[in-house]
């Protein structure tokens, strides 16, 4: 009998996922993510906004980044000038005030809840979405979804993406965090299909003399 409770409220919980799958927002994300996945490369410019209401705080700081498979660069100047390197496999983090390069694998990264480089796939698992409406940004109709967690210990409780109805690209994405503070990201430029050789997403010791290499794997 035990046993066939247990059954019976697994039965439950999984319907529930699965009812709260938003068809029309299915729709969408199926579009995006065919859309991405045609694309050799990505390399954009994008803003960043930090904003926590409760604490008075909202910085905005620029970046780029460029992507190719699971291979990205990123490249923040401000507040901590760095540039993260990954070809899939390792991650170079380089601070290039401190001239300092920490290596680690990806298996071992903390998935974050916003990145530039997972922005285009951080919607394919692991988040239930829902269908919000449209509404006009930057002088174009965008299709605004929410995605929710399904692992509740995440510091996050919801993600917020903006998809340009025409493009079916994301022109914006903000995240909501457990702590007040909410994350904004928009991309101001996107180029694709540029020729990016492997290299260029390794860390390349050779190119920044007097490094110090602190190797965590």
């Known amino acids: 009998m035990k046993r066939f409770a ?8 999984v319907s529930g996922l699965v009812a709260q799958q938003d068809p029309k927002a299915k729709e969408i994300l199926d579009k995006l993510s065919v859309t991405t996945r045609s694309y050799k490369t990505i390399q954009i410019d994008f803003s960043f906004t930090l904003e926590n209401k409760k604490n008075n705080v909202n910085n905005t700081n620029d970046g780029e980044v460029s992507m190719k498979g699971k291979s990205y660069r990123l ?11 990954c070809d899939g496999t390792t991650t170079w983090s380089y601070l290039t005030e401190a001239k300092e390069c920490n290596i680690s694998t ?9 990145n530039p480089a997972n922005i ?4 394919e698992k692991g988040y239930t979405f829902t269908y919000i409406g449209e509404e006009n940004f930057a002088g174009k109709t965008v299709q605004v979804l929410d995605l929710f967690p399904i692992d509740k210990t995440k510091e996050f409780v919801k993600v917020r993406l903006y998809i340009d109805k ?6 914006k994405a903000q995240t909501f965090n457990k702590d007040g503070n909410t994350y904004t990201l928009v991309l101001k430029t996107m180029k694709t299909n540029i020729d990016l050789k492997d290299d260029f997403f390794k860390f390349d010791k050779s190119k920044y003399p007097g490094v110090e290499i602190n190797d965590m794997r």
């Open 106 to 114: 990806v298996e071992e990264e903390k998935e974050g809840a916003l």
């Open 6 to 13: 247990f059954a019976a409220a697994l039965l439950l919980i």
């Open 120 to 123: 285009f796939t951080i919607y």
């Open 166 to 171: 025409v493009k079916s690209q994301i022109a």
């Open 75 to 85: 490249h923040m100047p401000v507040p901590i000038s760095m540039e993260v390197f």
